[in-house]
Nanobody, 120 residues
Framework: VQLQASGGGLVQAGGSLRLSCAAS????????MGWFRQAPGKEREFVAG???????YYADSVKGRFTTSRDNAKNTVALQMNSLKSEDTAVYYC???????????????WGQGTLVTVSS
């Protein structure tokens, strides 16, 4: 599976961005999808995820502000980010896993990352 993330950029605090992740491969619908982020000097952390069954999970820090969704027909997953804060600044990655988890090391394939910068 190859993943291509896009949609990052510079936005003011309080603004919104929508990230997209396009996946290759015919087995996309069988994977769980995760969004992770890594800020400078920090470890990669779980942001949001959507299971192959459509269940959604969020980190407490983004709950109520971020929404993830998937379109299995188009092999895409999206992360809508609203009410962005300066602490959301990071490189955001999409990833796929055959088993649901919030742990980055358990994900099998990763996109290249897209930078989100939130200015205060």
């Amino acid at each position: 599976v190859q993943l291509q993330a896009s949609g990052g950029g510079l936005v003011q605090a309080g603004g919104s961005l929508r990230l997209s992740c396009a996946a290759s491969g015919r087995t996309f619908s069988s994977y769980h999808m995760g969004w992770f982020r890594q800020a400078p000097g920090k470890e990669r952390e779980f942001v949001a995820g959507i299971t192959r069954g459509g269940g959604v999970y969020y980190a407490d820090s983004v709950k109520g502000r971020f929404t993830t969704s998937r379109d299995n027909a188009k092999n895409t997953v999206a992360l809508q980010m609203n009410s962005l804060k300066s602490e959301d600044t990071a490189v955001y990655y999409c990833a796929v896993s055959s088993g649901w988890s919030r742990i980055a090391s358990l994900y099998d394939y990763w996109g290249q990352g897209t930078l989100v910068t939130v200015s205060s």
